[in-house]
């Protein structure tokens, strides 16, 4: 069975860290893009960063360019999302997907995305 199980998330003051991550089982993350998505209470699923398969090329909301950073350690079969100078508004349910689609760009999030992950809660609050 092919899953995604992300972890990392909590409570965290605003202006903190977290570091999020995304592990697969059941398939190797090697041929696959993978994204990180987040929907907060009350608004529509958004788009967050994405990498390619080789780690050669990201992708990054406006909201949280310069303060998030994708990377991946396919040894590991893992996706991190760091986080940094968080915000309240940056408080969601945050997914990670796969797909096979290696073009990376702001249209990667509209694609088809085989596997989902369950969602990890990050809270940003003081």
């Known amino acids: 069975q092919l899953q995604l199980v992300e972890s990392g998330g909590g409570l965290v003051q605003p202006g903190g860290s977290l570091r999020l991550s995304c592990a697969a089982s059941g398939f190797t993350l090697d041929y696959y893009a993978i994204g990180w998505f987040r929907q907060a209470p009350g608004k529509e699923r958004e788009g967050v960063s994405c990498?390619?398969?080789?780690?050669?090329?990201?992708n990054y909301a406006d909201s949280v360019k310069g303060r998030f950073t994708i990377s991946r350690d396919n040894a590991k079969n893992t996706v991190y999302l760091q986080m940094v100078s968080l915000k309240p508004e940056d408080t969601a349910v945050y997914y990670c997907?796969?797909?096979?689609?290696?073009?990376?760009?702001?249209?990667?999030?509209?694609?088809?995305?085989?596997?989902w992950g369950q969602g990890t809660l990050v809270i940003v609050s003081s």
């Open positions: 997907a796969a797909s096979r689609d290696q073009l990376i760009s702001d249209s990667w999030y509209s694609g088809y995305l085989e596997v």
């Open positions: 990498i390619s398969s080789s780690g050669g090329s990201t």
